[in-house]
């Protein structure tokens, strides 16, 4: 239960993280490069768009038929996911809590003490939930990184939950 976090406070609706199944979530982003590249916002259309233009393209160039550079790929994917430092955006977790329209505060609590942002600062926040494979084990589950990288090297760890005010 220690790796449970849960975001409460003036919400509509209380949620329990648990950053043990993120591995498997196709929103998580690789922090190694995560605050080092250009972000772009993106319509969904066109990332849809995007990914069915690359996998035509590719039929067309290789054929229908499946190259053998399918399974390498697959293989080096699998790899990545286990060997790679990620982490996954805040913000869906916060939306699903629908907060309070007069919510204004975003309270981290931590083994160290408690930090206070401004509810709309934590909607760009990134919860890293492993290093090089591994889960955070000794000072997570968490480590919060604020949205512009400016905490990368020290972010806040040993994290218990978050409050909503």
């Given at each position: 239960?220690?790796?449970?976090?849960?975001?409460?406070?003036?919400?509509?609706?209380?949620?329990?993280?648990?950053?043990?199944?993120?591995?498997?979530?196709?929103?998580?982003?690789?922090?190694?490069?995560?605050?080092?590249?250009?972000?772009?916002?993106?319509?969904?259309?066109?990332?849809?768009?995007?990914?069915?233009?690359?996998?035509?393209?590719?039929?067309?160039?290789?054929?229908?038929?499946?190259?053998?550079?399918?399974?390498?790929?697959?293989?080096?994917?699998?790899?990545?996911?286990?060997?790679?430092?990620?982490?996954?955006?805040?913000?869906?977790?916060?939306?699903?809590?629908?907060?309070?329209?007069?919510?204004?505060?975003?309270?981290?609590?931590?083994t160290e003490g408690e930090y206070?942002?401004?509810?709309?600062?934590?909607?760009?926040?990134?919860?890293?939930?492993?290093?090089?494979?591994?889960?955070?084990?000794?000072?997570?589950?968490?480590?919060?990184?604020?949205?512009?990288?400016?905490?990368?090297?020290?972010?806040?760890?040993?994290?218990?939950?978050?409050?909503?005010?």
């Amino acid at each position: 239960m220690e790796n449970i976090i849960i975001i409460s406070g003036k919400v509509k609706y209380s949620i329990t993280l648990d950053p043990g199944v993120w591995i498997f979530d196709d929103r998580r982003v690789d922090l190694t490069t995560f605050f080092s590249k250009k972000v772009e916002s993106s319509d969904p259309l066109d990332e849809y768009t995007k990914a069915v233009s690359k996998h035509w393209d590719r039929e067309i160039i290789e054929g229908a038929i499946y190259p053998p550079t399918l399974k390498s790929e697959k293989k080096f994917e699998k790899e990545k996911v286990l060997t790679g430092t990620f982490g996954i955006p805040l913000k869906p977790f916060l939306l699903n809590s629908e907060p309070a329209s007069d919510a204004h505060t975003f309270v981290i609590q931590s083994t160290e003490g408690e930090y206070e942002y401004p509810l709309e600062k934590a909607y760009d926040f990134i919860l890293g939930f492993s290093n090089k494979g591994k889960p955070l084990s000794v000072d997570g589950p968490v480590h919060v990184y604020l949205g512009d990288g400016s905490n990368q090297q020290s972010p806040i760890k040993n994290v218990i939950s978050f409050i909503i005010k």
